[in-house]
Structure formats: structure tokens, C-alpha cells
């Protein structure tokens, strides 16, 4: 009874750090669309000028 729980203990904090991952990914990932939205949009501009 006791193997199982830490079973399931062990099974929860797992779950628990990948979801935390997975925001951190999908922060970073929209930090970097950002930065590449913001690129295409200076070279748009750019080429537009001249």
C-alpha cells in the first residue's frame, strides 16, 4: 500500500514539473515569434524604402 502511493507521488511530481515545462516552452516559443514578427516587419519595411 505504501510502494503505491509513492508510486502515484512519484507519477504526480513528474506530471507537475512537465506541465511547468511546457508553459516555460510555450513562453520562450511566443517570446521568440515575437522577435521574429518584429524582424520581418523592419526588412518589410526596409525593402518597402528603397
Not at 504526480?12 to 524582424?39: F, G, P, W
Request: glycine share 2%; charged share 25%.
Amino acid at each position: 500500500m505504501i510502494g503505491d502511493r509513492l508510486l502515484v507521488l512519484a507519477a504526480m511530481n513528474l506530471c507537475s514539473k512537465q506541465i511547468e515545462m511546457q508553459k516555460q516552452h510555450k513562453l520562450e516559443l511566443d517570446r521568440y515569434q515575437e522577435q521574429v514578427s518584429a524582424t520581418v516587419e523592419v526588412i518589410s519595411k526596409t525593402i518597402n524604402q528603397a
